[in-house]
């Protein structure tokens, strides 16, 4: 399986961008580079996903590094409400296994 | 759309007993998951479906058994609960793994004395 690499946890000021990183030097040429986000007693949801190209939707923005071995998750503006676990997940193949993710915590 | 549907969504259990998370999606999605998450902890694979008819072994099977029905629904079953199993289960689908968003249910929340 390919593997991810988080930081543990990161903190932010609110209102201000936040940048999540995310290292995955063992991906292959197919692997899509997902990132999901957990608020506090919620299943995990969706944040966003890329191939090669940066990213962007309404949540977020994607930064892929041009050899793929790494990618960053940018938050423009975090607020309190983006305080949440934040995984990095590739996917191919059927078998999705998740790392232990970047807990965030915004600061007002 | 209900999404990923997961009953029940509270059980208590005493050690030895069985019983069966349902899961449901109606999003016509091929793959299916179950995940665990122990408290303060990430998300481990149990097992997953990658169509129907299929099941795999993810990260954490032991004490665990699975059924696909059919393409809507995914079956876990505990045979004889044990304490460490005291967790919260996530059902999951997908439609394609290479471009699809992975879809979770509510999770179900097992205790086991």
């Known amino acids: 399986d390919a593997k991810t690499t988080q930081p543990n946890s990161m903190e932010s000021n609110e209102e201000e961008p936040v940048h999540l990183p995310c290292n995955h030097s063992t991906i292959s040429g197919t692997d899509y580079i997902h990132w999901y986000r957990q608020l506090p007693s919620q299943g995990p949801e969706y944040v966003i996903h890329g191939l090669t190209s940066n990213v962007n939707n309404r949540m977020a923005s994607l930064a892929i590094a041009e050899d793929r071995k790494s990618s960053t998750l940018i938050l423009h503006r975090a607020t309190l409400r983006d305080a949440a676990v934040y995984y990095c997940?590739?996917?191919?193949?059927?078998?999705?296994?998740f790392g232990a993710g970047t807990i965030l915590r915004v600061k007002s | 759309n209900a999404g990923v549907t997961q009953t029940p969504k509270f059980q208590v259990l005493k050690t030895g007993q069985s019983m069966t998370l349902q899961c449901a999606q109606d999003?016509?999605?091929?793959?299916m998951y179950w995940y665990r998450q122990d408290p303060g902890m990430g998300l481990r694979l149990i097992y997953y479906?990658?169509?129907?008819?299929?099941?795999d072994k993810g990260e954490v099977p032991n004490g665990y058994n699975v059924s696909r029905l059919n393409k809507r629904e995914f079956s876990l079953r505990l045979e004889s609960a044990a304490p460490s199993q005291t967790s919260v289960y996530f059902c999951?689908?997908?439609?394609?793994?290479?471009?699809?968003?992975?879809?979770f249910g509510e999770g179900s929340r097992l205790t086991v004395l």
């Open positions: 999003m016509n999605h091929n793959s």
């Open positions: 479906s990658a169509s129907e008819g299929t099941t």
């Open positions: 997940i590739l996917l191919y193949g059927n078998k999705l296994v």
């Open positions: 999951a689908s997908i439609w394609g793994t290479n471009t699809g968003e992975l879809f």
